[in-house]
């Protein structure tokens, strides 16, 4: 399984952005896909995450602003992020966990000006 994230980029405070996760590869393992996020100095932690068929889990930090989506017949999971707030700047990975295997895209930066 590959997952290819992009959206990141430079937004104010207040504003928004999009995040999207494409995946290949033997998709159909991917029982859970979602996003996490490492700021600077931080350990990597769950931002949100929604299994197959199932309901979105959230970071009670983000709850409100951030709506994730999921596209099985696209392969695609998104992240709709408003009301962008300075500590919401970090690298955002794309998740895919499987029965046996959690996968990891490459990462995505968005940084938050105040």
């Known amino acids: 399984v590959q997952l290819q994230a992009s959206g990141g980029g430079l937004v104010q405070a207040g504003g928004s952005l999009r995040l999207s996760c494409a995946a290949s590869?033997?998709?159909?393992?991917?029982?859970?896909m979602g996003w996490y996020r490492q700021a600077p100095g931080k350990e990597r932690e769950l931002v949100a995450v929604?299994?197959?068929?199932?309901?979105?889990t959230y970071a009670n930090s983000v709850k409100g602003r951030f709506t994730i989506s999921r596209d099985n017949a696209k392969n695609t999971v998104s992240l709709q992020i408003t009301s962008l707030k300075p500590e919401d700047t970090a690298v955002y990975y794309c998740?895919?966990?499987?029965?046996?295997?959690?996968?990891w895209g490459q990462g995505t930066l968005v940084t938050v000006s105040s």
């Open positions: 929604v299994a197959r068929g199932g309901s979105p």
């Open positions: 590869g033997s998709i159909f393992r991917l029982n859970v």
């Open positions: 998740n895919g966990n499987s029965t046996v295997r959690t996968y």
